[in-house]
């Protein structure tokens, strides 16, 4: 019984332990990407905040070029080209005329360069204003990815929760059933003890044990280390692997002591050998002898079935003396 909840616990911290493992590296793997996002989400948001003050600054910068521009050509259109004229022409000699030409070669190019200036900067403004729009999508994109990254998490957290969960279910049970089938195997023994034991000749033993059934011993009598939680279990008896339904014998003649339901056990049989030697037949699926009734060695009392604290077919043998449990197979040939 034990072997068999063994192998099948096994194989659920084995599929439970990848499972583990998966999310866990999925996990990383979310926050790490999410710390890789938040971070460049941060470096978009100092990049928009930096073209954000440029613009500003650039917009300020054209109003007041744009202001100096507007008046020029104000004055310009007010005055018209005949005002560089008359500007030489009231020239009182050549070196005033000179001068007057200089200034005029300056203001002209001073025009030129303002006018090239403001439409450089309204090119840049236009450039900054595209790229900040631009950021601003990347920006909602990664926010974006971002809250997908936290979904990923959140539903990892939430899948090893319930494994935990069910990984904390599963133990909580596995003690308590362990512990009533302790408390089972004591009250069986009280209960032995209590009725005695039946002499030899009167039991109709033989005094030899044959296999109750043939099949391979799936857990072995004794202690051993629980494969889940590495605690010290003991197994009362020996675990032989059937089918539903095949048919168990008597170890050996004697008078059935119990047949009935014991919750850990399930259907059980006690059939007692005399000479204070007792076996013990469990979770079986039918029960074919009673209480108070002879059996004779090999003859059939029960067939294999689950039932109890066991998750597939198997006979639990146990042989007893003076109600306590002993190593089956010093019995058994």
Not at 26 to 33: G, Q, S, T, V
Not at 170 to 188: A, H, T
Not at 270 to 297: A, F, P, R, W
Request: aromatic share 6%.
């Amino acid at each position: 019984m034990f072997q068999s909840r063994r192998q099948q616990a096994q194989q659920q911290v084995d599929t439970l332990s990848n499972q583990l493992q998966t999310i866990q590296k999925d996990l990383d793997k979310a926050l790490n990407e999410y710390k890789e996002i938040v971070d460049k989400r941060k470096i978009t948001e100092q990049q928009i905040e930096a073209n954000t003050e440029i613009l500003e600054k650039t917009e300020a910068a054209l109003a007041e070029r744009s202001r100096i521009l507007n008046k020029r050509m104000r004055d310009i259109y007010k005055n018209g080209q005949i005002s560089y004229l008359d500007v030489l022409l009231g020239a009182n000699d050549f070196s005033d005329f000179a001068t007057r030409v200089e200034i005029l070669k300056r203001v002209i190019r001073q025009d030129i360069n303002l006018i090239t200036t403001v439409q450089a900067e309204r090119n840049l403004i236009l450039e900054k204003r595209e790229q900040l729009v631009r950021d601003k999508a990347a920006v909602v994109e990664l926010e974006k990815a971002a809250e997908d990254k936290q979904q990923v998490i959140a539903q990892r957290k939430k899948e090893r929760a319930t494994l935990l969960a069910s990984a904390v279910q599963e133990r909580d049970e596995s003690e308590r059933e362990y512990q009533n089938l302790l408390e089972e195997s004591r009250r069986i023994e009280e209960m032995l003890r209590r009725r005695g034991s039946t002499t030899t000749e009167s039991a109709g033993s033989t005094g030899s044990m044959l296999w109750p059934i043939q099949g391979e011993i799936t857990s072995p009598y004794g202690w051993r280390t629980h494969p889940i939680f590495g605690t010290q279990r003991y197994h009362s008896g020996i675990d032989i692997a059937g089918d539903y339904g095949d048919p168990i014998k008597a170890a050996d003649g004697g008078i059935v002591s119990d047949a009935s339901w014991w919750s850990g056990y399930g259907n059980m049989v006690v059939i007692d050998h005399g000479g204070n030697i007792q076996t013990l037949y469990g979770h079986c699926s039918q029960l074919l002898v009673s209480e108070g009734q002879h059996v004779s060695k090999g003859q059939v009392i029960a067939l294999v079935g689950a039932t109890g604290y066991a998750t597939g077919p198997h006979l639990h043998f146990e042989v007893r003396q003076n109600g306590s449990p002993v190593d089956p197979m010093g019995y058994l040939p």
